[in-house]
């Protein structure tokens, strides 16, 4: 894959956690032994993630979005058996 | 979702008299699938012999026990989780490790130690793909472990690594565990009507819903739904809550859940005690809302177990739970009869016979012979010294040989303070137990063999897991086992299996062993097909004093002496594996009474205090056993290959067969060991050599050759560090 000519920089953001149905030992036990135990009741769940930030230069957003989530996919950098990923450029570099 | 072929349809409803609801339809299919049922097996696997003054008979289910005197007794069980694992390495392997503690803890003992024996495909190889996938498998499999091991306290303190062609895109993961308790302690499972039905630990969620069933099919594509996420801090938990609860007296039955949810343990339970239970589903606490009683019945959520317990007790059990900070649910009571009734609500949804979901109707398989895999044929070697070094070298840096050190230093393997040898240091793993006896076990496996002779193959595994224990000065007192082939259904397979089985009895009828417990897997199989014959037989054995504990390793100024015979039996053995010659060879063959003379032998031996350094002759044969030796002591070898035992047609063969019932020992008595040896009428055995320490090198005589072969330590240790030097290359894949 040549990116080298590309002169756009993007920094992207690599979100990875467990699907909807599997579930997040790390992410109950913060629900329920630190915010239920101090009482903040309003909140009804937490989810834990992993995440990347990775500056990249490509074309283009869309095209910098899709050559990192293929990086992920190729590399294993998460198991799409257990966790689903997403991939969003949050901002562009000059 | 319906898993019941139609006989099974046919003969529920024949049984019932009625068409079956569909909620009782989730639960039946769960508990007939293979994975639970053993409906496939059960008829052979009844026939292994399971006696002896040392197994408690009677009182097992989910582990065997044996009593090992002054009041104490030890659990031993194994699992595997390989459909898991290969779809996701790091949390199927955690959650067997998990599984198998639980299985131990439901007997009332404390976990002390684990094992593992691990099969992927070969880490560098030809197939560029393959071996990347294999590397990421073991990788995760090997992290899994050691985190959830690791986080529970329990040390892993040995195992088995075999890799394979066989095991493209797929890996298997066994994992045993050991338990011990005082007699007294143990659960009896005797139970009362109006007992309380507790389900204790994490919550019930979607996750694994038919993980039992997706373990008695073959993987395929996406269909990967079963899916366990370990939490290691909750197990931990568990472990010491349950065994509080087990000292306090407040468990009158228990049992943990796995495969099948609660719907195979409820109905297993029931049938344990004797006695019917009612359970109203909607009083399990769960992950979230809107779960149907199906899903609460068939959910495989991890970190739970069932506990029984009285009403006058049930104050205390809660305590303990809440103590912990453990979730718990009263979900219902043991009643009289035999029946398991399951509420929703209050309303009853099924009132079905325990027995009737418990006992699936068992099935007689087809078998056929396959055609022989193995031509009985020896191959030209050129044996030149220089051939015959650098063989040496590469089958020392073949993985299947090659230190292990990469993966079990990821592991804790002294935590507890219990582990004298710890692995890499000798043939088995030995543990201090607390009534001043020592605990040698080991696994073992051997795909290749079994592949090419399932019958021979298996024996060859019984004959090296018993000769491992006693390089430690161990006496085997009993087996354990674990099956692991493709699927039934094909008659070649299920020949192989009834082969290894009839193996197991045989040799286990012979040598007096018990098998006290074990697992059978089928289905296993990927894309490709079906994954080699792989059994995996695990054995466990006392020594009695300390003295008595052996290691491989040559000290300066020995004599070396070897006993056994070595014959011409090539198939399946890492030479041939290495040098390309795989599937060529007969696979050796276990002489039985030349296994016990010489097993009694090295015994007495060690008994008399003649011995300095002991080790088996096994995977790759002679000239690996010699160097192992070297490395570990320090120390180098002279040793003249004319002297050995043997009916071998070439030098490689001496060097590199896989012929079973040999030791090789290093003694300062030599004159004494001589006697004793001379008076065991038809032992075979010889003094081979001698060992240095002067200078850095090792010599291999043999009149055949022009001048010795030399081997340096630097050489071999360097190749034996392979396996590490492969992972460490190649850090991410």
Same mark, same amino acid.
């Given at each position: 894959m040549n990116t080298n000519t590309s002169k756009s920089r993007f920094i992207v953001l690599v979100n990875i956690e467990n699907k909807p149905y599997v579930s997040d030992p790390e992410g109950e036990t913060i629900l329920?032994?630190?915010?239920?135990?101090?009482?903040?009741?309003?909140?009804?769940s937490v989810r834990t993630a992993k995440s990347l930030k990775m500056i990249v230069r490509a074309k283009n957003p869309k095209q910098a979005e899709k050559m990192v989530m293929k990086i992920c996919e190729k590399l294993r950098i998460f198991n799409p058996i257990i966790s689903s990923c997403t991939v969003n450029v949050v901002k562009s570099l000059p | 979702m319906s898993e019941l072929t139609a006989g099974e349809t046919k003969y529920l409803r024949k049984k019932l008299g009625r068409k079956p609801s569909a909620f009782e339809l989730d639960v039946v299919s769960a508990e007939w699938s293979e994975h639970c049922s053993y409906k496939s097996s059960k008829k052979l696997i009844?026939?292994? $012999?399971? +006696?002896?003054?040392?197994?408690?008979? %009677?009182?097992?289910?989910?582990?065997?026990? =044996?009593?090992?005197? !002054?009041?104490?007794?030890l659990a031993i069980h194994i699992e595997s989780h390989n459909h898991p694992s290969a779809v996701e390495p790091y949390g199927g392997s955690a959650t067997g490790v998990g599984g198998v503690i639980r299985d131990i803890l439901s007997l009332g003992a404390r976990p002390i130690a684990l094992l593992n024996a691990l099969r992927f495909y070969p880490l560098d190889n030809a197939n560029k793909r393959y071996s990347q996938s294999s590397r990421w498998l073991l990788r995760n499999v090997t992290k899994g472990i050691a985190d959830y091991g690791n986080c529970i306290g329990v040390p892993t303190v040995g195992g088995e690594v075999e890799f394979d062609r066989g095991f493209s895109n797929y890996c298997l993961v066994d994992v045993a565990a050991i338990g011990i308790s005082k007699r007294e302690k143990i659960i009896r499972n005797r139970s009362n009507k109006r007992d309380i039905v507790f389900l204790v630990g994490g919550a019930t969620g979607r996750d694994g819903i038919? %993980?039992?069933s997706f373990a008695s099919k073959k993987l395929s594509g996406e269909d990967r739904s079963a899916v366990q996420i370990p939490d290691p801090f909750t197990e931990k938990l568990l472990?010491?809550?349950? =065994?509080?609860?087990?000292d306090r007296g407040c468990v009158n039955a228990m049992k943990d859940l796995g495969g099948g949810g609660l719907s195979c343990c409820l109905s297993e339970i029931s049938e344990t005690i004797s006695k019917g239970l009612e359970v109203d589903l909607s009083k399990v606490h769960v992950k979230e809302d809107g779960m149907s009683p199906s899903e609460i019945i068939l959910s495989e959520s991890q970190e739970r177990m069932l506990v029984i317990t009285s009403q006058t007790n049930q104050a205390y059990l809660t305590e303990i739970l809440s103590k912990y900070n453990l979730s718990y649910s009263n979900i219902g009571s043991v009643i009289e009869g035999k029946n398991l009734v399951i509420k929703y609500a209050g309303d009853v949804i099924m009132n079905l016979p325990s027995e009737l979901i418990c006992r699936a109707p =068992?099935?007689?398989?087809?078998?056929?012979?396959?055609?022989?895999?193995?031509?009985? +044929?020896? !191959?030209?070697? +050129?044996?030149r010294p220089s051939d015959l070094y650098k063989s040496i070298l590469k089958v020392l840096a073949n993985p299947n040989i090659a230190s292990k050190k990469w993966i079990y230093e990821q592991f804790d393997h002294e935590v507890g303070i219990r582990t004298v040898l710890k692995p890499g240091t000798a043939d088995s793993s030995v543990l201090r137990l607390e009534n001043g006896k020592y605990l040698a076990v080991k696994l073992d496996g051997n795909s290749?063999?079994?592949? =090419?002779? $399932?019958?021979? %193959?298996?024996?060859? *595994? !019984?004959?090296?897991?018993?000769?491992?224990i006693i390089s430690t000065g161990g006496k085997p007192l009993a087996i354990i086992d674990h099956l692991q082939f493709g699927s039934p259904e094909n008659a070649h397979i299920f020949w192989a299996f009834k082969q290894s089985v009839r193996a197991i009895i045989n040799y286990c009828e012979f040598m007096r062993l018990p098998v006290v417990g074990g697992k059978v897997s089928f289905y296993n199989e990927n894309n490709l097909g079906p994954i080699k014959h792989s059994p995996?037989?695990?054995?466990?054995?006392?020594?009695?004093?300390?003295?008595? *504990?052996?290691?491989?390793r040559f000290g300066s100024e020995e004599s070396i002496f070897i006993i056994g015979n070595t014959k011409d039996e090539m198939g399946g053995s890492e030479f041939y594996e290495t040098t390309g010659r795989a599937g060529n060879g007969k696979v050796p063959i276990v002489d039985l009474n030349d296994d016990m003379r010489n097993a009694k032998a090295v015994l007495r031996l060690i008994r008399e205090d003649v011995v300095s350094s002991l080790h088996d002759c096994s995977k790759g044969g002679l000239a690996i056993t010699l160097c192992e030796m070297a490395m570990r002591g320090g120390n180098n070898f002279q040793v003249d290959l004319d002297k050995i035992?043997?009916?071998?047609?070439? *030098?490689?063969?001496? !060097?590199?067969s896989e012929t079973p019932s040999r030791y090789i020992l290093s003694t300062n008595k030599r004159k004494r060991l001589n006697t004793m040896l001379s008076a065991i009428s038809g032992l075979e055995f010889s003094e081979i050599g001698m060992t240095t320490n002067n200078g850095s090198e090792s010599f291999l005589h043999h009149s055949k050759l022009n001048s010795p072969v030399i081997l340096t330590q630097k050489n071999i240790t360097d190749s034996y560090e392979n396996l590490g030097t492969i992972m460490e290359r190649t850090p991410v894949d």
């Open positions: 329920r032994d630190l915010i239920m135990e101090e009482g903040y009741s309003v909140v009804e | 009844r026939k292994f $012999p399971n +006696r002896s003054k040392f197994v408690i008979p %009677g009182l097992a289910s989910d582990a065997a026990l =044996l009593d090992i005197g !002054l009041g104490y007794v038919h %993980g039992s472990i010491e809550a349950v =065994l509080e609860a087990v =068992l099935i007689d398989r087809d078998t056929i012979p396959p055609e022989s895999k193995s031509e009985d +044929r020896n !191959l030209y070697f +050129r044996e290749k063999q079994c592949d =090419l002779d $399932p019958y021979h %193959g298996t024996m060859c *595994i !019984l004959s090296e897991v018993c000769r491992n995996v037989i695990g054995s466990i054995g006392l020594i009695d004093r300390s003295e008595w *504990i052996m290691m491989p035992p043997n009916s071998c047609s070439s *030098i490689s063969n001496l !060097l590199f």
